[in-house]
């Protein structure tokens, strides 16, 4: 059985993990142009000020994607590149670029697929509050708006925000993303809600002003199952499928929270503001999402945290590892002897994907769903000069049979973007994480180099994974 031939396969980055041009063509400073170069902060001190070149190299590179053969090419837009100070003036460079990156793309009948926030938030926002700030999201509303007419002629797939949960908790709770707060609890829910607000906001806009095309967002999709047999892990479960999956979808697709995570709330007094208006604004934009974006790692196997124990705050224990106790401290997560995982402790699980996929029909109903992430995080070997990354072909492939398994079990899996299309500087692990299809050759030029994992998915495509 092949994939529908409208399943798009495609492959991902992000701006400021791309680009590079930090500075220039009238580019405003990003919170992770200052946070990148706090001491310690990131491994080995890298940073997005050259990344890979993407930013003079977008022709090479989705030259590149078009000989995979790729259906869709999902980028974020840097919003500094837009508006330099967030809101004010637009920068008519900015427009200048993508506007160029969208036309290579359709010139090359690759569909681009934009992402509005991948993270990097002008730091004129983030010094004035970021997302705790109502200018930052006013600011928000405007710069989609701006995106929207400037480039909703020829892009029709649109994600608002990408992985809420990483950008919010980490730059709150775990001070690992800016703002760099640590426990910042108070702030950490009414942010969530902030930027939910903000989504709905944006989505009502996109619809009322008639643009064409689909709208949603991307979130992570961790599903925590019991590591274990106990009553206090099946609870713990629970609990964790609550604050870190449902707490991110239901206010999206349902226009409501859940009642157990409101509750808890407020007992912990950490209870954020949610207006009349508030509610009848997420009521109102979740039936128009046209889809959701999930990216998918891991699923996570827990525990309840009985020892008390603390979570480890550094940017190690901050890369997602299986092993660490829960941001609220009330679980943990555990690696199973039995089961794989990556170097950086990622369980390999493709049958977790589907298991949990299944989990979110029976919350959401058949939603129209993108895997707009999904890929190896590793150090690829290099034998005769040629980059054998066989271990990535066989993580792709196994996640593909699931997926293509879900779509034959009637789920409304509508495409596959592989993490990521090319190396690429991961925010807290540098250029040691590589997850491309294509190599970047740091050590000659950032010259690019096909990986064997780049002729394995384009035979993929080209059969559209006929032999998955
Ligand atoms: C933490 C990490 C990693 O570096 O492995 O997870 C996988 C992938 O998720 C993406 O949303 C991030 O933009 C990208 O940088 C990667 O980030």
């Not at 709770?173 to 640590?182: D, Q, Y």
């Not at 603390?310 to 555990?334: F, N, P």
Request: hydrophobic letters at 35%.
């Amino acid at each position: 059985m092949k994939f529908p031939e409208s399943f798009l396969f495609g492959a991902a980055s992000a701006s400021y993990q791309v680009e590079g041009a930090w500075d220039e063509d009238g580019k405003g400073v990003s919170n992770w142009d200052v946070f990148s170069k706090i001491e310690g902060k990131t491994y080995q001190g890298t940073n997005g000020d050259v990344a890979v070149d993407h930013y003079h190299r977008y022709k090479e590179d989705i030259a590149l994607m078009a000989e995979m053969g790729l259906d869709s090419y999902r980028f974020s837009i840097s919003w500094p590149r837009i508006y330099p100070n967030g809101d004010g003036e637009v920068n008519p460079k900015g427009i200048e670029f993508y506007n160029n990156l969208i036309d290579e793309c359709i010139k090359h009948d690759i569909i681009p697929f934009v992402t509005l926030y991948h993270w990097d938030l002008p730091q004129e926002l983030e010094k004035n509050g970021g997302w705790t700030s109502q200018r930052t999201l006013k600011a928000f509303e405007q710069y989609a708006d701006t995106c929207f007419a400037a480039f909703g002629d020829r892009v029709k797939h649109w994600i608002t925000f990408n992985e809420t949960v990483v950008f919010v908790r980490h730059g709150y709770i775990f001070g690992a993303h800016p703002p760099g707060l640590i426990n910042d609890f108070k702030n950490y829910y009414q942010v969530l809600h902030n930027v939910f607000l903000t989504h709905a906001k944006v989505v009502l806009n996109f619809k009322n002003s008639g643009y064409k095309g689909d709208i949603g967002i991307t979130h992570v999709f961790s599903p925590a199952f019991p590591a274990d047999d106990k009553q206090s892990s099946k609870k713990a479960a629970d609990h964790a499928n609550m604050f870190d999956t449902f707490l991110y979808y239901d206010p999206i697709l349902k226009g409501t929270y859940p009642e157990y995570v409101l509750t808890h709330l407020k007992q912990k007094g950490y209870d954020f503001e949610l207006s009349h208006e508030d509610q009848e604004i997420l009521l109102k934009a979740a039936p128009l999402n046209d889809f959701i974006g999930i990216n998918y790692y891991q699923p996570m196997r827990v525990i309840a945290n009985d020892s008390s124990a603390a979570r480890e705050l550094s940017r190690e224990a901050s890369t997602g590892g299986a092993g660490a106790v829960s941001y609220d401290g009330v679980y943990q997560t555990v690696k199973v002897p039995t089961l794989s995982y990556t170097k950086w402790g990622w369980e390999i699980s493709p049958e977790a994907l589907l298991d949990g996929l299944h989990l979110l029909k029976e919350q959401y109903g058949n939603i129209p769903i993108y895997i707009t992430e999904n890929g190896l995080g590793d150090e690829d070997p290099i034998i005769d000069g040629e980059i054998k990354d066989t271990a990535r072909i066989e993580y792709i492939e196994e996640h593909l049979k699931f997926v293509k398994k879900g779509v034959s079990e009637g789920l409304d899996i509508q495409g596959y973007f592989a993490w990521s299309v090319i190396d690429l500087l991961s925010w807290l692990n540098g250029y040691k994480k590589q997850y491309g299809f294509i190599y970047v050759d740091h050590a000659d030029h950032l010259n690019r180099k096909k990986k064997d994992s780049f002729y394995w998915y384009q035979n993929v495509i080209a059969t559209r994974g006929e032999n998955i």
